[in-house]
């Protein structure tokens, strides 16, 4: 279907894919919820990032315990996991301190759905900051997750790793306007720079994916599956329509 679209509309590449490279993704004022583009942010910025610098130790599945997390910081960072929990953990805790202070590369750990974390390891995160008389930290910390994550850090029983935290921010959906530039800024990649979607479709689409890039896109693509089923030229709102009671019926 999507070779049967791309030959229909003259696009180059299929249009509201995920497997775009950080130069090509869509820039607007915030990318949070389900869906608000959260690990796309990750990605742009972290390709900013000198290598030469900073190393990358990213976790997309925080559900693999306490221990999973010590053991992937030291594979990143070139080590041999040890077999048992109390000589890990300090492993890890070495391994962070020796890349900073003797390769100059400060360690960026990034954990993905971070909202998925249970207390042990939000408190052996903290633990890991823990550095030089607590003094300093070795490493930066990226927990990016729903806005669940927020709410729990502000429990009583996370206080001391709320109190650690130096920046924070919550991304909230795009505007109509930005969603409208989102459409045309994809469907330009797909190499369709002509108006493509009507001003009624558009407003349709953001009123039902109240401007959470994910939704756009599922509801974008099913509108043009509803446009090449008609035989139609332009996404219009009828188009949006079915593409919402579809998508909707799922």
């Known amino acids: 279907m999507i070779d049967r679209l791309q030959g229909f509309f003259g696009f180059t590449r299929p249009p509201f894919g995920r497997d775009l490279a950080p130069g090509m993704l869509?820039?607007?004022?915030?990318?949070?919820?389900?869906?608000?583009?959260?690990?796309?942010?990750?990605?742009?910025?972290?390709?900013?990032?000198?290598?030469s610098r900073h190393t990358i130790i990213y976790l997309p599945?925080?559900?693999?315990?306490?221990?999973?997390?010590?053991?992937?910081i030291v594979l990143a960072l070139g080590g041999q996991p040890l077999v048992h929990h109390a000589t890990l953990v300090p492993q890890a805790a070495d391994a962070l301190a020796v890349e900073q202070a003797e390769r100059g590369r400060t360690p960026v750990l990034v954990?993905?759905?971070?909202?998925?974390?249970?207390?042990?390891?939000?408190?052996s995160i903290r633990m890991l900051t823990n550095h030089d008389m607590d003094s300093t930290s070795p490493?930066?910390?990226?927990?990016?997750?729903?806005?669940?994550?927020?709410?729990?850090?502000?429990?009583?029983?996370?206080?001391?790793l709320d109190q650690r935290i130096g920046l924070r921010y919550a991304?909230?959906?795009?505007?109509?306007?930005?969603?409208?530039?989102?459409?045309?800024?994809?469907?330009?990649?797909?190499?369709?720079?002509?108006?493509?979607?009507?001003?009624?479709?558009?407003?349709?689409?953001?009123?039902?994916?109240?401007?959470?890039?994910?939704?756009?896109?599922?509801?974008?693509l099913q509108a043009l599956v509803a446009t090449f089923a008609e035989d139609k030229t332009i996404v219009?709102?009828?188009?949006?329509?079915?593409?919402?009671?579809?998508?909707?019926?799922?």
């Open 26 to 51: 869509h820039r607007h004022a915030a990318h949070g919820e389900v869906g608000a583009g959260k690990t796309v942010a990750i990605r742009a910025a972290l390709s900013t990032l000198d290598a």
């Open 171 to 220: 991304m909230p959906p795009m505007t109509p306007e930005e969603t409208a530039s989102y459409l045309r800024h994809h469907l330009t990649l797909a190499g369709r720079s002509d108006p493509l979607f009507s001003d009624d479709a558009t407003a349709l689409i953001h009123q039902t994916s109240r401007g959470y890039p994910r939704a756009v896109n599922n509801l974008a």
């Open 236 to 250: 219009d709102e009828s188009a949006a329509r079915a593409a919402i009671a579809e998508v909707t019926a799922e």
């Open 139 to 160: 490493f930066a910390c990226l927990l990016v997750g729903q806005p669940t994550l927020r709410r729990r850090m502000k429990l009583g029983v996370l206080a001391a």
């Open 61 to 72: 599945n925080p559900t693999i315990g306490v221990r999973g997390i010590h053991h992937q």
């Open 111 to 123: 954990i993905d759905e971070a909202h998925l974390l249970d207390h042990p390891q939000l408190e």
